[in-house]
């Protein structure tokens, strides 16, 4: 018996109305830490910041980081899952994770034809608006060589739904207060399917974990032999950039993809 579970399928959707040259591109290290899983037998989605998970079964706990873009990732992952002791006869629907809002990327994206966009290692958040309302400073490359070749590792943080105050695009390395511009931010979920999640919950900044609701592709009712997890990833689209300015560019998290295959 086999069914495909999405599980740790991370959407970080952006909403900006002057993003309209935004780009996508390949995130070569893609880092976020997982502190728990929960198998749900159903979850009641009144909106899509409802991550309500009724009839919840842990599976999986800890701080487990892993690099979604290595290609151990799977694995890496199903070992911090385990499916010893369900509950036999229950039937699961939803699976929530838990992470972190820190994780670390590495890539570049070409914002547009005078800007490859790439990660900055030394880019930090806005000291005044804080971590979680700081759309993080990239540097722009002449070239797709020069990107590549430049890329460093950077930690970003997942943003919070402005409710006030602005969230601050980083002009600098910096990101300080001489050289920014504050402008309203929102995560886009109203879009989210059952492949790619079905709620997100929108901490605010103060919280530094978050979760998310995924159906299962089939539901799964327990049985008497233990099942086996298979976890692939893909990151080809997961690294989001925008040149706000000529020669001025910012990046931030996109989806990475992600199914799970557990097998009898």
């Known amino acids: ?36 899983i929960e198998l749900c037998t159903a979850a009641p989605l009144a909106s899509k910041t409802d991550t309500t998970c009724t009839g919840a079964t842990i599976v999986g706990t800890g701080n487990k980081t892993f690099d979604v873009a290595s290609v151990t990732a799977g694995s890496e992952v199903g070992s911090f899952v385990s499916t010893s002791g369900l509950p036999i006869g229950t039937t699961f629907t939803h699976a929530k994770p838990t992470l972190s809002r820190e994780f670390t990327m590495k890539g570049y994206v070409e914002a547009d034809s005078n800007c490859w966009c790439r990660t900055e290692s030394d880019s930090t958040y806005n000291s005044t608006t804080g971590k979680y309302k700081s759309l993080q400073y990239g540097v722009c ?5 020069d990107a590549a070749a430049n ?50 919950d929108n901490p605010d900044v103060n919280t530094d974990i978050f979760t998310q609701i995924y159906n299962l592709e089939s539901s799964y009712t327990v049985g008497l032999v233990a099942p086996k997890i298979d ?34």
């Not at 490359?141 to 060589?145: D, G, L, R």
């Not at 919070?160 to 600098?172: E, K, L």
């Not at 990833?233 to 799970?260: I, M, N, P, Q, R």
């Open 1 to 36: 018996m086999k069914i495909i579970i999405s599980v740790i399928s991370l959407l970080f959707c952006l909403n900006f109305s002057f993003h309209a040259f935004a780009e996508l591109g390949e995130a070569t290290v893609y880092k976020v830490t997982l502190t728990k």
């Open 141 to 145: 490359e002449a070239s797709e060589a």
């Open 151 to 200: 890329a460093e590792e950077n930690v970003f943080y997942l943003q919070t739904d402005t409710t006030g105050g602005g969230t601050t695009i980083c002009a600098n390395a910096a990101c300080d207060s001489g050289s920014n511009q504050t402008i309203n931010y929102a995560k886009d979920i109203t879009s989210l399917t059952g492949k790619y999640g079905l709620a997100m």
């Open 231 to 264: 976890i692939a990833f893909g990151t080809s689209t997961s690294l989001y950039a925008d040149e706000w300015t000529d020669g001025s560019c910012y990046l931030d998290a996109y989806y990475v993809k992600s199914t799970t295959t557990i097998s009898e």
